[in-house]
C-alpha cells in the first residue's frame, strides 16, 4: 500500500508537468526572466501598479487577435488580413453610429463587418479554391482599400460615453478593456479545450483526411473558423475605436497581423497545424508587451526593438522545433 500511495504522488508532478505543458513551461521563465531583467533595469517604475496596468492593455488588441489567429493555425490555416479588418470595422462603426445617432447600432454593424469580412476570407479559401496565405494577403490589401474608400483616407470622429467607457472605464481597478481580454481568453479556453467543435478543429489540422472521413464538415468548419477570426478582429477594432474615439482605416496597418502569428507561434501553434493552446498564445503576448514595455522605458532605439522581437521569434521556433524532434512528432 505505501509503494502505491508513493508511486501515486511520484506521478503526480508529471501529470501536472503534462497538463502545463513544457512549451508554457518554457513561456513563464522566459516571462519571469524579462520581468527581473526590466525590474533591475528600471525598479522606479516598472513594477508600479500604473505600469503593470499599461502593458495589460497595451496587449487587448493583440491578445484576442493571437487567440483567434492560434484556432486559426490549429486549423491549418492562416489569416494575415486581421489588421485591415481591425482598421475596416472601426470605419464601419463610426460611419454607422454617425448615420444613425446610435453607439451601439454603430458597435453592432462594426461587428458585423469583421465577421462579413472572415467568412469572405473563408469562402475564398474553401470555394476558390485559394492557399489561406495568398487568400489573406489579397484580402488584407482590400479590406484596407476598402477602409480608406470610406472616407477618402481620413478618419470620422465618434461621440458617445458609452463607447468612451469601455476605453476610460474600470472595475475593481482594472479597465474594461482589461476585463474583456480576460473574458474572451475564458471563452477561448472553454471552445478550444471542453467543446467537440474546438476538439473537431485540433483534428481538422492535425489531419484533414482523417477528419473528412470521421465526418466532420471541413468546408463549413473553416468558413466559420474564418469568420470567427473576423469577428475577434471586429472586437479588437472595438477597443481601439473606444480609445481613440474615432474611425482610423490606418488602425492595425503597423504589423499587428505579424504580431499576433508571432505570439500564436511563441506560445507553440505548429504552422502545419493541429498544436496550440490559448493560455500558450496568451503567454507569447505577455512576452511581446513585456518585452515592448521593457525596452520603451530603457530607451531601447526603435530599430533595437525590431531587432529584439524579431531574434526572440527565431529563438522560440528553433526552441520548439527542437522539442518538436526529441518528442517524435
Known sequence: ?????????????????????????????????????????????????RNLINIGLAVTILGILAMAQTVVIVSGGLDISVGSIVGLSTMVLAVAAQETSSIPAGILAGLLAGLVAGAVNGLIIVYGPVNAVIATLGTMSAFRGLAYLMNNG????????????????????????????????????????ETVVGRNIYALGGNPTVARLAGIPIRRYQISIYAMSGFAAAMAGLVLASRTMSGQPAS????????????????????????????????????????????ILTSVPTFYQLLAKGALLILAVIVQERQRARSGD
Open 1 to 49: 500500500m505505501t509503494d502505491t500511495a508513493t508511486a501515486g504522488r511520484e506521478r503526480a508532478p508529471a501529470s501536472l508537468f503534462g497538463r502545463i505543458g513544457a512549451q508554457n513551461i518554457s513561456l513563464l521563465i522566459a516571462l519571469v526572466v524579462l520581468l527581473a531583467i526590466f525590474g533591475a533595469l528600471r525598479p522606479d517604475v516598472f513594477f508600479t501598479p
Open 154 to 193: 481620413n478618419s470620422i470622429p465618434i461621440t458617445g460615453d458609452s463607447l468612451r467607457a469601455l476605453g476610460i472605464g474600470t472595475l475593481f481597478g482594472l479597465p474594461f478593456a482589461i476585463w474583456l481580454l480576460i473574458a474572451a481568453m475564458a471563452a477561448f479556453v472553454v471552445f478550444t479545450r
Open 252 to 295: 492595425g496597418s503597423q504589423g499587428l497581423e505579424l504580431e499576433a502569428i508571432t505570439a500564436a507561434i511563441l506560445g507553440g501553434c505548429a504552422l502545419q497545424g493541429g498544436k496550440g493552446t490559448i493560455v500558450g498564445a496568451m503567454l507569447g503576448v505577455l512576452i511581446i508587451g513585456v518585452l515592448n514595455n521593457g525596452m
